[in-house]
């Protein structure tokens, strides 16, 4: 026999349905991403807000509201951002680098802050690789001129590869994967790197050399590492004064790493023959010491932008602070 629902099975049912929204987790992501990290939380029975380009007061405002938080590189995850999010208790970066998150405040307020290792490694060294070949065959100013009725032929003389040096700082993911992706091109690779030494073996390809080595032998000079823990350029004038004239520098790591002004005089005096650069000391560039300046091939920070990447560190994140929230398991933390 069916009993009719009276406004008492109603009542119920709303309280219930309140309470379980009171206490499923929440989640804002804060930064454009793919969807699919949201179907995920959803999946999980997490609720999710996104909410792109919030101010930081904007943030404070709403932050106490959430559990966890989700950021690429736009939203600067700052030190009073963390003091206001009474209730946060992961911070999850779609990407590798975690400079724009203030993680020592967040491991102080107990937050754990991860990221998703690997996630854009290949869509980063493919990036570097192609940085590589259009500055050495320059295809952006052969591209212009061409696209323009200038056969500007006689003027473009490219750099091959072949029996090149390749000098790798940092030897993470990124740079594993380019050195891996050079392999037919017959290159000598140097790595400077301070973990190389214990795992030198499953890389047999590359030869482990300091800095000031790479320096000075590098045909090519490309940067895979963090940038240094004090925020100060790993390369300035003194080092670019040591490399052959004839060398070329990749930045696909951060923009702080190469100091961009000492960049600069180095292209103008002849001191090395170019550079290509996907990171900026400040981002968005708006303005920039290498802007138009002809040995330097630019783009804006998109190295890891693939359609493949964003999709696995979409995934990656929400699958961990999923993990995280609802079984209490810590990957990828930093
Ligand atoms: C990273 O840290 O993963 C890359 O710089 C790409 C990004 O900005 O997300």
């Not at 090519?220 to 004239?245: E, N, Q, V």
Request: aromatic share 6%.
């Amino acid at each position: 026999p069916y009993k009719i629902a009276t406004w008492k099975h109603y009542y119920l049912g709303l309280i219930g349905l309140i309470i379980l929204l009171k206490t499923m987790p929440k989640i804002l992501i804060s930064d454009a991403m793919s969807n699919v990290a949201q179907k995920i939380f959803e999946k999980n029975n997490i609720s999710v807000d996104v909410k792109t380009g919030l101010s930081e007061e904007e943030i404070i405002k709403i932050i106490p509201e959430y559990d966890g938080m989700v950021v690429r590189s736009a939203t600067k995850v700052t030190k009073k951002i963390i003091e206001a999010a009474k209730n946060l208790k992961v911070i999850g970066r779609a990407g590798a680098g975690v400079d724009n998150i203030d993680v020592s405040t967040a491991k102080e307020k107990n937050m754990i802050v991860m990221n998703t290792p690997g996630g854009n490694a290949n869509a980063t060294a493919e990036h570097a690789f192609a940085l590589i070949m259009s500055v050495l065959r320059k295809i952006p100013f052969a591209n212009e001129t061409t696209h323009k009725g200038q056969w500007e032929k006689k003027n473009i003389k490219g750099t091959e590869l072949s029996k090149k040096i390749l000098g790798i700082v940092g030897f993470g993911n990124v740079g594993v994967r380019l050195s891996n992706l050079v392999k037919g091109f017959d290159m000598k690779i140097l790595v400077c790197s301070k973990s190389l030494e214990t795992r030198k073996s499953e890389y047999p390809h590359v030869e482990n050399a300091s800095f000031d080595d790479l320096v000075s032998k590098s045909d090519i000079l490309s940067f895979h590492c963090k940038a240094t823990a004090d925020g100060k350029p790993m390369l300035t004038k003194d080092h670019l004064k040591k490399m052959k004239p004839t060398a070329y520098i990749i930045n696909a790591a951060r923009g702080n790493i190469v100091d961009e002004k000492d960049l600069s005089d180095a292209l103008n005096e002849g001191l090395v023959a170019g550079a290509a650069v996907d990171v900026f000391s400040k981002e968005p560039a708006k303005e920039n010491v290498l802007f138009n300046n002809p040995k330097v091939v630019l783009t804006p920070h998109i190295a890891a932008s693939t359609t493949e990447a964003s999709i696995v560190v979409a995934e990656m994140v929400a699958n961990q602070i999923s993990d995280f929230l609802l079984n209490g398991k810590k990957l990828n933390t930093v």
